[in-house]
């Protein structure tokens, strides 16, 4: 409470192991409608917190199946598999951070019966609308997107209603002016969305063989992957 209370003011990251449920809910601003539908003592006192001070649980806001939404696995006293939402991605409600999505990644290898919470978000751009316009209207230069990023639903939903959001045709424009400003809102949706991809940051430095195999595992069952090696 008190170091809130410090940082008023401030853009907030909160990451870790609450030991809380803190349920599901569709009129909340601290909590989502993608949870788990469980609440207990100390995710009632979590929530108390976060009204207070103003804080969102972003992992509950985000759709996903219940493989990338479940953070902590285990066996209980009766040897029967359990698995709740108990580690948390917090901001504030109002802030500059853009969150994009956040998921568990059961790919990445953590040694523990937690699972890796992994979050996208970006901050807000110093590049001015002059930059953006020339990157769009540099129709010589070769752009390359995250496009990767798709493969997320959420990436997916926020780059169609960003397109639906500024497609205009009316019957008046010609065949050309049409093409024109469609390529353009293309460019310029990649661009807010998924912004330029860097050169080489997907090459083979990054898709080593290590990695190869971690992702590999993602489909793999969860008693695999995970209860497997502690129990």
């Avoid at 699972?115 to 230069?141: A, M």
Wanted: hydrophobic share 35%; with cysteine.
């Amino acid at each position: 409470m008190c170091l809130l209370n410090e940082f008023q003011g401030y853009d907030l990251i909160i990451l870790g192991d609450f030991n809380s449920k803190v349920g599901i809910s569709s009129t909340s601003k601290v909590v989502g409608n993608f949870g788990d539908e469980v609440i207990n003592d100390n995710g009632q006192r979590l929530i108390k917190v976060c009204e207070a001070f103003g804080l969102k649980i972003q992992n509950t806001f985000f759709d996903h199946k219940d493989t990338y939404k479940y953070t902590r696995y285990g066996i209980n006293r009766n040897g029967k598999e359990t698995k709740s939402i108990i580690d948390f991605f917090i901001t504030r409600q109002e802030t500059t951070l853009h969150v994009h999505d956040v998921l568990t990644c059961r790919w990445c290898e953590c040694r523990t019966d937690h699972v890796f919470l992994g979050e996208t978000i970006s901050l807000l751009s110093s590049k001015t609308s002059e930059s953006k316009e020339n990157v769009v209207e540099d129709v010589l230069e070769m752009r390359k997107y995250k496009t990767y990023l798709l493969y997320s639903k959420s990436f997916r939903d926020l780059y169609t209603k960003y397109l639906d959001s500024v497609i205009y045709m009316p019957n008046e424009r010609s065949t050309q002016e049409k093409y024109d400003h469609l390529k353009e809102i293309i460019h310029s949706a990649a661009y807010d969305v998924l912004e330029i991809q860097e050169k080489n940051v997907l090459g083979e430095f990054f898709w080593d063989q290590e990695i190869k195999d971690l992702r590999a595992k993602r489909e793999l069952p969860h008693r695999t992957t995970f209860v497997s090696v502690f129990w």
